[in-house]
């Protein structure tokens, strides 16, 4: 970042700081950020280090406990789980007249759901949100039963989540399972045990299968993408 952009960058965190006067305009203003962030998920990172930047510069109201980051992991959690009831009422938008209504909802939905899971995953990659928050998403998305095979909404939103937290998950520390401390290493070995497991289903599109391949083979990889050397800097 050259000089003339790093203080507009830091003039606008003044700026966004100042303006949050009231519990309800940083309510305000982190919905703003968040809904750009996620609109725009090639630009994850940069929003990602944006509340970083902002997390403890933006005021705290003792008399609601209400803060930035709280305001934000809140919204994150309400988008990820109003996920499968915005499913449910697409799936009930099945009139001829409601057609293009139902498209344009689902691919907004989409949307919404691949940038929350990006803009998590970058936050949890700059310390923001716990491993233990992390891990519940991947197990929600792989659900329950290793007997039923997730929706390919799900299977695609988990491929392109462990592509973000994959390596970060392998080197973590232990995390808190429901019967002791576990190598997050190792929970994430049976995150792609069961990903191997599902590929070979005959019923998933080969759209999916190649995602999940390719997640197996990039990990496999040590995480470095096919074709650049571990120094690449491409």
């Given at each position: 970042?050259?000089?003339?952009?790093?203080?507009?960058?830091?003039?606008?965190?003044?700026?966004l700081t100042r303006s949050c006067i009231t519990s309800d305009i940083l309510k305000?203003?982190?919905?703003?950020?968040?809904?750009?962030?996620?609109?725009?998920?090639?630009?994850?990172?940069?929003?990602?280090?944006?509340?970083?930047?902002?997390?403890?510069?933006?005021?705290?109201?003792p008399s609601s406990k209400i803060t930035f980051k709280r305001v934000l992991l809140n919204t994150i959690q309400n988008v990820f789980e109003g996920t499968d009831e915005l499913s449910n009422?697409?799936?009930?938008?099945?009139?001829p007249d409601q057609e293009e209504e139902r498209r344009d909802t689902e691919r907004l939905s989409k949307l919404r759901t691949l940038g929350n899971l990006r803009l998590c995953g970058e936050l949890f990659l700059k310390r923001k949100i716990r491993g233990k928050i992390v891990h519940h998403i991947v197990q929600k998305l792989l659900g329950d039963d290793e007997?039923?095979?997730?929706?390919?909404?799900?299977?695609e939103a988990v491929c392109l989540f462990l592509k973000t937290v994959g390596k970060k998950l392998d080197g973590s520390e232990s995390v808190e399972s429901s019967l002791s401390l576990t190598s997050s290493k190792l929970v994430n070995d049976v995150y792609f045990r069961r990903l191997e497991s599902l590929s070979p289903r005959p019923q998933m599109s080969m759209r999916i299968k190649f995602m999940i391949r390719n997640i197996i083979d990039l990990r496999s990889n040590h995480w470095i993408p096919?074709?650049?050397?571990?120094?690449?800097?491409?």
């Open positions: 970042m050259d000089q003339t952009a790093e203080q507009k960058y830091l003039a606008l965190i003044s700026h305000s203003v982190t919905t703003l950020i968040f809904d750009k962030a996620i609109l725009e998920p090639t630009f994850c990172p940069m929003y990602a280090q944006l509340c970083c930047d902002i997390c403890d510069k933006m005021p705290t109201f009422e697409i799936r009930k938008m099945n009139a007997k039923m095979c997730p929706s390919e909404e799900n299977l096919a074709g650049k050397s571990p120094t690449s800097t491409l």
